[in-house]
């Protein structure tokens, strides 16, 4: 494996990593907030998705018009940063800005690391290990810092900040000695679209359904993760939920490679990852380790689903899936806000169980008319 490919699998292992290690701990992070402890919950854990939602496009155009391995670099450096914040300090203000920068890695990071993926001649092939290694990353996040949490609330976040330090190690002697490049291939530039077919393009029927399937989607396992920490307290150790949580990334990996195997069409596989999402939500209620793991599945199956369907428009990938990934960041950052809100007006079981229900409903979006068999 030559320097770089290491440098971006490594970087997006312990980037999300980082970001989700803080995930078991979040009511005594969210403690010292002003306002109600599941709403500082939630604020702590949107504040990371509103980083990446707000940098994501302005870092991906500063990425193509420059080098945009200096802004997978920049993002590690932005990742480590917010690390070190979070493991010293215990003021609720420095911590919510902590996880906007450590959402801002993620909107420096992503873009390029994935422009760099696609100029490979086994791009195919690397991205699925990208995508594998990224939700590892998530795994190992929650439930390393769960495991160790009895131990002490911060010690994941220490171990990741120090995994980072070394990946940041790594990219500066790449930089002073990068490897040739042996597979890469040259991909000509593409005439963007005029305002008028952009704005044709984002506001059609396909595809609104695919930005709301897709904000949903990612907003709803936003909710359940955000608010499953305090509504779990008394019944599940820290241990516990860290395994849980996990399994929702663990489940989403052995589904986007198992279900991959198969000739199904995108529309088939939206279907079924919102009939098999929408289970696994209500199962979370009483069965947390099935239900986030029925979540997983589902989510899996989707998110093979939605890019397939975005591939078959007749647009610029490029502007197609920056915008399908604004729309997963905005579901992550804007739903868990929501709800929160709504904590102090109907008890958490109501809202997971209004939830998948919400989700549910985009079972019957008109989607995406016409054959779209693969």
């Not at 690390?83 to 993620?106: K, P, Y």
């Not at 609330?153 to 930089?175: E, N």
């Not at 609104?208 to 008394?234: C, D, K, N, T």
Request: hydrophobic share 50%.
């Amino acid at each position: 494996m030559d320097h770089e490919r290491f440098l971006l699998y490594s970087s997006v292992f312990v980037i999300m990593g980082l970001s989700n290690a803080v995930i078991p701990v979040l009511p005594e992070l969210a403690a010292t907030g002003q306002t109600t402890a599941v709403t500082s919950t939630s604020l702590l854990y949107s504040a990371f998705f509103l980083g990446a939602l707000f940098t994501m496009l302005p870092f991906g155009i500063l990425s193509d018009r420059f080098c945009s391995m200096k802004f997978v670099i920049f993002g590690l450096i932005l990742s480590f940063i917010s690390g070190i914040f979070i493991s010293f300090t215990d003021n609720f203000t420095i911590l919510v800005l902590a996880r906007f920068i450590e959402g801002a890695s993620c909107g420096a990071f992503f873009p390029a690391a994935f422009s760099r993926l696609a100029l490979f001649t086994k791009k195919m092939r690397y991205i699925g290990e990208f995508n594998f290694l990224l939700n590892g990353g998530l795994a190992a996040g929650v439930a390393i810092t769960g495991y160790l949490a009895e131990t002490g609330i911060k010690y994941g976040i220490y171990l990741f900040v120090i995994l980072t330090a070394f990946t940041l190690a790594f990219a500066f002697y790449y930089m002073i000695c990068p490897t040739r490049k042996q597979d890469q291939e040259d991909i000509p530039g593409k005439e963007m679209l005029s305002a008028r077919a952009y704005l044709s393009f984002i506001t059609s029927r396909s595809s609104l359904s695919i930005w709301i399937i897709s904000f949903l989607l990612a907003g709803s396992s936003g909710v359940l993760v955000s608010l499953y920490p305090e509504y779990s307290i008394g019944t599940l150790t820290k241990t516990e939920l860290g395994i849980a949580i996990s399994l929702l990334y663990i489940s989403t990996m052995f589904s986007s490679l198992t279900i991959a195997r198969f000739n199904y069409g995108y529309d088939e596989l939206i279907k079924k990852g919102i009939i098999i999402a929408t289970i696994g939500i209500l199962l979370t209620i009483y069965y947390p380790m099935a239900g986030f793991t029925v979540i997983g599945l589902g989510s899996g199956i989707m998110l093979l689903g939605l890019p397939l369907a975005i591939t078959d428009m007749k647009i610029e990938h490029g502007i197609a899936m920056g915008i399908y990934n604004t729309c997963i960041y905005a579901g992550l950052a804007l739903m868990p806000l929501i709800a929160g809100v709504f904590t102090g007006v109907f008890d958490t079981v109501t809202i997971f169980i209004a939830t998948g229900l919400l989700f549910g409903t985009t079972l019957f979006f008109d989607r995406f008319p016409g054959q779209n068999a693969n």
